[in-house]
């Protein structure tokens, strides 16, 4: 599985911006999509990630702010980041799971930077 992401930018605080990932090389097994953010210093963590059933969640950080969708069809996760603050400021991952043969696979795309200026 490749990802590939796009969207991200610099941006003033109370700005908005839509993070796209998409995966290719099948979509056989995929069982939840997800985008991580690891700012400098710090450990990677979970934004928000979305099942195949359309569950999601979200770190309560961003709750209220940010909304992730997926297409299935096509297999485009998107993160849509409204009232974005400095502290959102990262490096943003897509995420694809996969099951297949009670085996658990992440696969992770390159990633993109997320800039917020105060």
């Known amino acids: 599985v490749q990802l590939v992401e796009s969207g991200g930018g610099l941006v003033q605080a109370g700005g908005s911006l839509r993070l796209t990932c998409a995966a290719s090389?099948?979509?056989?097994?995929?069982?939840?999509m997800g985008w991580y953010r690891q700012a400098p210093g710090k450990q990677r963590e979970l934004v928000a990630r979305i099942t195949i059933s359309g569950t999601a969640n979200y770190a309560d950080s961003v709750k209220g702010r940010f909304t992730i969708s997926r297409d299935n069809a096509e297999n485009m996760v998107y993160l849509q980041m409204n009232s974005l603050k400095p502290e959102d400021t990262a490096v943003y991952y897509c995420?694809?799971?996969?099951?297949?043969?009670?085996?658990?696979?992440?696969?992770w795309g390159q990633g993109t930077q997320v800039t917020v200026s105060s």
């Open positions: 995420k694809v799971e996969k099951f297949i043969a009670a085996t658990n696979f992440d696969f």
């Open positions: 090389g099948g979509s056989f097994g995929i069982s939840a």
